[in-house]
């Protein structure tokens, strides 16, 4: 079983930075693919982010040069740093991973992320 924590939700202006941090639990795990999706209010959740193990990257549009995603493989982490951040990026933001060798994908609680205008 794998258990995420994650991190650095909160409320921002318009402007503004956040950093989220999700460390993912499970002696010798080893994960391909890490990242972030989020959910607004009457929407559908949609993918931020995700960094692969090889270290290639994906983003939305919408976030591209504002938003940078890293992880960290031997401590299992991966970090969103956010920038310029815009009233329509508030949403809960769910990190999420995928167990190497697998198509088996976990999921946070989600951390509430809201900017204010």
């Known amino acids: 079983q794998v258990q995420l924590v994650e991190s650095g939700g909160g409320l921002v202006q318009a402007g503004g930075s956040l950093r989220l941090s999700c460390a993912a639990s499970g002696t010798g795990r080893r994960f391909d693919g890490m990242g972030w999706y989020r959910q607004a209010p009457g929407k559908q959740r949609e993918l931020v982010a995700r960094v692969w193990i090889s270290g290639s990257t994906n983003y939305a549009d919408s976030v591209k040069g504002r938003f940078t995603i890293s992880r960290d493989n031997a401590k299992n982490t991966v970090t969103l740093q956010m920038n310029s951040l815009k009233p329509e990026d508030t949403a809960v933001y769910y990190c999420?991973?995928?167990?190497?060798?697998?198509?088996?994908?976990?999921w946070g609680q989600g951390t509430q992320v809201t900017v204010s205008s």
């Open positions: 999420y991973v995928r167990l190497w060798g697998t198509s088996a994908d976990y």
